[in-house]
């Protein structure tokens, strides 16, 4: 590891602490603490059921895309691979850092580097396209129940925000040819070109389409359970309003996993809709914990169906293998470049 990316890990980890830390200080934990039971137990139990459920699903979109990119591959390979990404979030600046890990695993079971990036990227264009979309349609009702119009302009600013990289990311097919065939532009343009290719398959579209809110809807059931657990008295439909935009939030890659920002978010968001922030602060940290303990039996299970499981891990010191030395996106596999996907 580097030193700038050494720094950079504590910078983050710094905001992660630094957010915590000014959360618990206006949170009582006293009354967090009084919060925790038996239900409370169950409820993570369930969490981490559902979340397994959640692994299955991702698992699925992912082959559907690679489908679209004529590329197989076995479920409960594909299922492993979502699995050590899981394992490796909890440990990663923002909540995508585990796809490092899932785009050395494809090169392993035998994809082009440029081919694992790609579809996995494309695979978050579709999540993030289902979750931009929950927190659309929820936004109405909150920006009329904030009191703070900072607040209504925070959630709209995320909302565009984040479609707006959508559009830029689908818009780089037409750009025009000189620019499109320089260096730099290219893996884009390709990026972009992978996308519109899983949007054009009339196979795989209709169930990515349905698999893209499947892992936020499990997720709103998760904080949902914790709530009921913790004694609130708050619908699903409640949850769904507050937690999408928490999570939104928590994709900022500025720390460790989205501590602190999800948190934080979250406190925001029960606040708007009525409800205390210590028991937001408690359904934030259980569903982190539930995260994290989802990640720990993933890469269990993933180190357990490979042959070489984290000996691999450790030789490689998580780099993908054909990544370009000058920092720049990976190199297309030979294969890639004379079919162009």
Known sequence: MTTRALLLRLIKAAVSLGLLGVIVFTVDLGAVWRRLDADVALAGVAALVLLQGQALGAAARW??????LDRALAFPVAWRNVLLGLFGNQAMPST?????????????????????????????????????????????????????PLVASGLLTLVLGGLGCLLVLLGLRWLPRGLAERSVARPLVSLSESAWRALGNRRVTPPILALMLVPHLIDI??????????????????????????????????????????????????????????????????????????GLIGGVVWAAGDADGFAALRRSGVRVPSARSDGGPPDMGEDEQKNGT
């Open 96 to 148: 995508i850092g585990g796809d490092a890990l899932r785009i050395w695993n494809g090169w392993r079971l035998g994809l082009p580097v440029g081919l694992a990036t790609r579809s996995l990227i494309v695979d978050r264009v579709f999540s993030f396209l289902g979750l931009i979309a929950l927190c659309g349609a929820g936004l109405p009702v909150l920006a009329g129940r904030a009191d703070d």
């Open 221 to 294: 059931t998760v904080v949902w359970l914790y709530a009921l657990a913790l004694g609130l008295d708050a619908s699903w439909w409640t949850i769904a309003l507050v937690f999408p935009p928490a999570i939104l939030t928590a994709a900022v890659p500025v720390s460790v996993a989205g501590w602190g920002l999800r948190e934080g978010a979250l406190v925001l968001g029960f606040g708007i809709v009525g409800l205390p922030a210590d028991a937001a602060l408690a359904c934030s940290v259980l569903y982190g914990a539930s995260a994290v303990v989802t």
């Open 63 to 68: 082959r559907l895309v690679l489908s679209a």
